[in-house]
Nanobody
């Protein structure tokens, strides 16, 4: 049984920061990819950041590059998403997911991922 649990969401004013955490456990193959996704009302779920467990490459969507940073604490089986300079358009439910992605391939497409967290709300407004 694989568990994926997000935490750290909430409400913040534009320009503010939040750090999301994703804790995972269970029977996961070695070197999983970990991705962060978000889904705003009426929109499709989109990949915004990910870490490829095989080559440790990190990928970011254009909409968050330079503002968001993904990192991993291997000992704690936890992945973080530091979100700075938040904008109202960042408002969405954020999901963490676990999967496996080949070396050298973008890990942003959600089709790579098998296990998903329940999602956590991030709201950016003044």
């Amino acid at each position: 049984q694989v568990q994926v649990v997000e935490s750290g969401g909430g409400s913040v004013q534009p320009g503010g920061s939040l750090r999301l955490s994703c804790a995972f456990s269970g029977m996961i193959l070695n070197n999983p990819a970990i991705g962060w996704f978000r889904q705003a009302p009426g929109k499709e779920r989109e990949g915004i950041s990910c870490l490829n467990g095989l080559d440790y490459g990190t990928h970011y969507a254009d909409s968050v590059r330079g503002r968001f940073t993904i990192s991993r604490d291997t000992a704690r089986n936890t992945v973080y998403l530091q979100m700075n300079n938040l904008r109202p358009e960042d408002t969405a439910v954020y999901y963490c997911a676990i999967g496996h992605v080949p070396v050298g391939v973008s890990c942003l497409p959600k089709s790579w991922y098998d296990y998903w967290g329940q999602g956590i709300q991030v709201a950016v407004s003044s």
